[in-house]
């Protein structure tokens, strides 16, 4: 089947890896989001787009610079090495002047031990029980999705 050119755009997509941590009494760590941002008032897990640079890396590096970043270098995780949701999220692309999608795959860890420091992306954290009932009231768009089906997937 031939690709069709007026619907092929490499640069629509970009990759993200998340990380749902949890602690010992099955809480998620949420990041709380910055009053001036599009998802003030939501949460968010942490986790980022993977660079260019870090294309031919494993999925354990690159989330092990994005937690580093996010919430300290101190912070120690056990890290389930197989995806456990997928989703989309769009977001308009001041550099490509149009509106793109960020693809979440995310990834489960347990918490182990460290402080946790939130990075200037974040303005502090909660450590949340979340379910089907009140996952909305916690995560907009994309990360809404990714937790819905990861409680729909993960049973």
Known sequence: MAIQKENHDPYLFQ????????NKKGEVLALAMPENSSMAGFYDVPGGRINSDELRMSYEEI???EIAEEIGKSVRYR????????????YFS?????????VFIFFEAKYLSGEIKTSNEHIGYRWLKLGKKNVSKCFVRGLYEGFKNYFEWNR
């Open 63 to 65: 989330l092990k610079r």
């Open 94 to 102: 001041a550099r490509y002047q149009k509106e793109m999608y960020i």
């Open 79 to 90: 890290l389930m090495k197989r995806p456990v949701s997928i989703s989309r999220h769009p």
């Open 15 to 22: 990759v993200s890896l998340k990380l749902i941590i949890k």
